[in-house]
């Protein structure tokens, strides 16, 4: 994505998004947080270049769906999973 093309979604002007980039200005809370969900990231990640989610919270979050799933889902979601994660290592290579 441009320059542009995030000025255009976060709707600030090109200007305004370059002096962001370069530091040379001061942005609002808003268009942060507007810059953040444009790229479809945290602001975590943003701010440290790393999300500062509590890895237990997102487990716990996991339990709560797999402790609905019938036998039979579990064995789908594991083979899903599997896949995923081969996909994921492929490509974040």
Do not use: P
Request: with cysteine; net charge negative; proline share 0%.
């Amino acid at each position: 994505m441009t320059q542009e093309q995030l000025a255009t979604i976060v709707d600030i002007s090109d200007t305004h998004m370059s002096h962001i980039e370069t530091a040379n200005t001061k942005l609002s809370l808003k268009t942060f947080e507007a810059i953040a969900q444009a790229l479809d990231v945290s602001t975590d990640v943003l701010l440290y270049g790393t999300s500062t989610v509590n890895k237990n919270a997102l487990i716990e979050q996991i339990d709560e769906i797999l402790d609905s799933c019938t036998i039979t889902d579990l064995y789908i979601l594991i083979d899903v999973l599997k896949a995923t994660k081969i996909s994921l290592d492929k490509y974040n290579k």
